[in-house]
């Protein structure tokens, strides 16, 4: 391959709207094909180079890290169609999804019930409980988790 069909790390830069550091990076995580190097030490790639970053991006919309790219482009390195190891990630992605739901509706309930309680509390009540060193007297309520 000639340089003349290959393209600059900036080149690729501007189609993808990816910087050129973040090119660097993925290169460096190996979820880039190898590059070529000029005789001028400058990095070339091919023209593929640009599907592979915009897989790489479809994938992050996702949810997909970068280490479960790195995976299935492994799986498709080997010669293998890597959709069977997408739907297992996938479903890893929502059964995380799901346990973080609920952690936050149990949370959302806590802030209500203190929402709750706290909206019937006097002004004159916390005056007369506070301690000089609280910041807020309601807070100070609230049990300390270490």
Same mark, same amino acid.
């Given at each position: 391959?000639?340089?003349?069909?290959?393209?600059?790390?900036?080149?690729?830069?501007?189609?993808?709207?990816?910087?050129?550091?973040?090119?660097?990076?993925? $290169?460096?995580?190996?979820?880039?094909?190898?590059?070529?190097?000029? $005789?001028?030490?400058?990095?070339?790639?091919?023209?593929?180079?640009? &599907?592979?970053?915009?897989?790489?991006?479809?994938? &992050?919309?996702?949810?997909?890290?970068?280490?479960?790219?790195?995976?299935?482009?492994?799986?498709?390195?080997?010669?293998?169609?890597?959709?069977?190891?997408?739907?297992?990630?996938? #479903?890893?992605?929502?059964? #995380?999804?799901?346990?973080?739901? &609920? #952690?936050?509706?149990?949370?959302?309930?806590?802030?209500?019930?203190?929402?709750?309680?706290?909206?019937?509390?006097?002004?004159?009540?916390? $005056?007369?409980?506070?301690?000089?060193?609280?910041?807020?007297?309601?807070?100070?309520?609230?049990?300390?988790?270490?």
């Amino acid at each position: 391959m000639t340089t003349a069909t290959l393209l600059k790390i900036g080149d690729i830069a501007k189609r993808t709207g990816v910087s050129v550091a973040t090119l660097r990076y993925y $290169e460096s995580l190996n979820l880039l094909y190898p590059v070529e190097r000029g $005789e001028n030490n400058y990095r070339y790639y091919s023209s593929d180079t640009i &599907q592979q970053v915009q897989f790489i991006k479809k994938a &992050q919309t996702l949810g997909f890290s970068l280490e479960d790219i790195r995976r299935i482009l492994e799986v498709r390195d080997h010669g293998e169609l890597p959709c069977d190891l997408v739907q297992v990630l996938l #479903q890893d992605k929502i059964n #995380q999804l799901e346990t973080q739901i &609920q #952690q936050m509706i149990a949370f959302k309930s806590e802030l209500e019930n203190y929402r709750d309680r706290w909206s019937t509390v006097l002004p004159t009540q916390v $005056e007369s409980d506070t301690n000089e060193a609280e910041v807020c007297p309601l807070i100070a309520t609230v049990p300390f988790a270490a």
